[in-house]
């Protein structure tokens, strides 16, 4: 390869890598500077008061200034995003909250994909074996419904759930669609949280952050799961017939 060739090949490399190298570093930086132990209840609880007033203050900038922030802790995988949903129903109320903090966690998880996908897609592409193209094909087949149930079921972690769908070559607006509706029934129910949090509060308790692994919940969000797979069973049943 000669050097104009060479050089080409290290830009395309370093423009490939940069998104995800300034993803690492402002990740690192934010965790050494402690940013998770600031997203917790016993924070939420002690600086309520100064978060509504804040709200006040900001008038219609605070959902916008809200949304940014719940982008960037989905975005650099900070672990808090419960808290923060529960904190937009405590500032804006169960619907408002949900919505506010649907769409900065879809915005957060998209950044993700993207970079994900521009560091690592061609290279797993390029040098994928049999078995991972059988696997990357057969998600890609499936992907809306596939995704659908790792976001309604909340049984793995939102930042593995991000980086997969990006690995196996799910199609953006695919991934868009399925994270935002996804995450609707959990948003709901910890934005609901948020929105008693103050009565709560008021009367020395706290709130239960496993309220959606109860019954009267959980089993609700695995038959949306199970509604999801319907059409891969589908196909399967055709094929096999």
Request: hydrophobic letters at 55%.
């Amino acid at each position: 390869m000669d050097q104009a060739g060479t050089g080409s090949a290290t830009a395309a490399g370093a423009r490939r890598w940069a998104p995800l190298g300034l993803l690492l570093v402002v990740a690192v930086g934010a965790y050494l500077l402690g940013v998770h132990r600031y997203l917790t209840f016993h924070t939420l609880a002690d600086n309520r008061q100064r978060l509504l007033e804040t709200v006040g203050s900001l008038g219609m900038l605070a959902p916008a200034v809200f949304m940014l922030c719940y982008a960037a802790v989905a975005a650099l995988s900070i672990p808090g995003g419960l808290i923060l949903t529960v904190t937009g129903g405590f500032l804006f109320g169960t619907v408002p909250g949900a919505l506010y903090s649907l769409i900065g966690a879809t915005a957060g998880a998209t950044v993700l994909f993207l970079v994900a996908r521009t560091a690592f897609g061609e290279i797993l592409e390029r040098r994928a074996g049999p078995f991972l193209k059988k696997v990357e094909a057969g998600f890609r087949a499936d992907a809306v419904s596939y995704l659908l149930v790792l976001r309604l079921v909340p049984l793995f972690p939102f930042w593995l759930v991000n980086l997969v769908p990006a690995l196996l070559g799910m199609r953006l607006g695919a991934y868009v669609a399925c994270t935002f509706f996804g995450m609707v029934p959990a948003a709901l129910v910890y934005s609901g949280v948020g929105a008693g949090l103050g009565d709560i509060l008021d009367q020395g308790e706290t709130p239960d952050m496993h309220v959606i692994f109860e019954p009267q919940i959980l089993l609700p969000l695995l038959a949306l799961g199970l509604l999801a797979l319907l059409p891969i069973a589908y196909k399967r049943w055709k094929r096999a017939s």
